[in-house]
């Protein structure tokens, strides 16, 4: 398994372009399931989890091709059963079942694991569809459904910690091609929901109050071949701006939504970062100390879980106490005993994440053990005086393209170590 060697210590200067947002190119991949003509989607990242959901689809019988951030997909003949190995192994792929029921009438999808930030149950994915008049049943590891043909429903969505991402998306994708309207009550609102129901709007779906927490669909016969560009990933975005304030530099970041993650930007104004908009790009500085400053997660537009990692990282360099608050996973703090592997000292009380910044950060090697707790890590091992190995990279490799290339660019010190 593969690591980064990090020498700390160095600001990062230069310009940065952000990669295609993982979060989207996902359900939109699943959605080209939806029709048997042609899909061509740009600006995909080169992602070990895209090249993952493209090895599905092909189990499905599609026709796939990646080539220079351009993926084709053609779906002309499709089973409703899958290699479930695969399937398992990644949590996103949860969201091929509904446009698998749509097209086929039945689907067989393996139970999705659940992932080191919290069990990640699949039953409002489940009540959503069955609503739909599936019948879904669970047994042995896998998820059995068949319909006649759904058919149009009104259904609230929202859990116990808001709305489900991918279960809007399932849901939304099921509903293109079902008989009748369907009402999604409690939708989710990210960007992410809103690229993949622009993207089924131009196959032909019909789909209103896109953006919003109610969501009407009203099903079509067929849905037809479509090009798209994926919006772009405003979770590397603020990864980015993150690392560019923890190691006091100046970066220009090109081809960030700021309109996508404005709860980011305005918390780490409190901080004390500067991000100037300037015609498409942002520059981002930090001329001063970091203040500490409290967040806590929720569902868009509030302040994402997926940068909770990243902000934590930078804090424990401010100049005082902050409080994160977890609000959507029941365990999203494993990047914490690694932290304080490098000096910070945090202390955990349920949900929250007290942490006490300002003491120096020295390297030391630690453990990735989830994509975003793998982003905090880098980050504070850039602002760590001395040698930072972070080990388990390939939980990184699921979600930044080509990080290291990226950062090296900026002046970083960090160096792939092939695996041991
Ligand atoms: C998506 O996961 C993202 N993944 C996650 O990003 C992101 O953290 C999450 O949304 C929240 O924004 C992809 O889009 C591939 P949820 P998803 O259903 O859809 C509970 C990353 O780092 N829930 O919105 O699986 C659930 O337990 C990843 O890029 C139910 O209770 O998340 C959680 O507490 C990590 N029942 C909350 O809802 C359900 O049926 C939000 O989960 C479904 C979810």
Same mark, same amino acid.
């Given at each position: ?7 700390? *210590? ?8 952000? @990669? ?26 080169? %992602? ?36 479930? #190995? ?11 079942? *509904?446009?698998? %029921? ?50 149009? /429903?009104?259904?609230?969505?929202? *859990? ?54 109610? %969501? ?22 603020? /990864? ?8 006091? *530099? ?39 100390? %970091? ?5 806590? /997660? ?23 106490? @902050? ?25 955990? #009380? ?18 990735? @053990? ?17 040698? /930072? ?32």
């Amino acid at each position: 398994m593969d690591s980064f060697l990090i020498e700390g *210590g160095r600001p990062l200067h230069g310009e940065v372009t952000i @990669s295609g947002s993982k979060n989207a190119i996902l359900p939109i991949l699943a959605a080209t399931l939806l029709t048997p003509d042609t899909c061509r989607i740009r600006g995909v990242p080169d %992602l070990s989890d895209v090249r993952f959901m493209l090895q599905i689809l092909e189990s499905l019988g599609a026709e796939t091709k990646f080539e220079r951030g351009m993926v084709t997909v053609r779906a002309a003949k499709v089973r409703g059963f899958g290699d479930y #190995e695969l399937i398992r192994k990644m949590r996103g792929s949860i969201c091929i079942l *509904g446009p698998l %029921l749509a097209r086929c009438c039945e689907a067989r999808v393996s139970l999705p694991g659940g992932c080191v930030i919290g069990t990640r149950p699949i039953d409002l994915h489940l009540k959503g569809l069955r609503a739909l008049k599936a019948r879904i049943t669970v047994e042995y590891g896998y998820i059995n459904a068949t319909t006649r043909r759904l058919a149009g /429903t009104t259904v609230f969505l929202g *859990g116990r910690a808001g709305p489900t991402v991918l279960g809007t998306a399932n849901l939304m994708m099921a509903a293109t091609l079902a008989t009748g309207v369907t009402v999604i009550e409690s939708a989710a609102c990210e960007p992410e929901v809103t690229d993949l129901a622009n993207f089924l709007v131009s196959m032909g779906a019909k789909i209103q109050g896109i953006g919003s927490p109610t %969501l009407t669909i009203t099903g079509v016969d067929r849905l037809n071949g479509t090009d798209h560009e994926v919006i772009p990933d405003r979770i590397e975005a603020c /990864t980015f701006i993150c690392a560019a304030a923890a190691t006091r *530099g100046e970066v220009i970041i090109h081809g960030a939504r700021p309109d996508h993650f404005a709860a980011v930007i305005d918390k780490l104004r409190e901080a004390g970062v500067q991000i100037e908009r300037k015609a498409g790009t942002l520059r981002v500085t930090r001329p001063g100390k %970091l203040k500490p400053a409290d967040v806590t /997660t929720m569902p868009y537009a509030g302040f994402p879980t997926d940068v909770q990692a990243q902000f934590m990282a930078l804090m424990c360099l401010a100049q005082g106490t @902050s409080v994160i608050t977890e609000r959507i996973f029941e365990s999203r703090f494993m990047h914490v005993a690694e932290l304080m592997r490098l000096g910070a000292e945090i202390a955990i #009380e349920g949900p929250n994440a007290i942490v006490k910044g300002g003491l120096p950060l020295s390297g030391a090697p630690v453990m990735a @053990s989830d994509l975003r707790a793998s982003a905090a890590l880098v980050i504070a091992g850039l602002a760590a005086k001395g040698k /930072t190995q972070v080990h388990r990279i390939y939980h990184l490799d699921r979600g930044y393209e080509r990080m290291e290339e990226k950062l090296r660019k900026l002046g970083a010190k960090i160096l792939r170590v092939a695996g041991e």
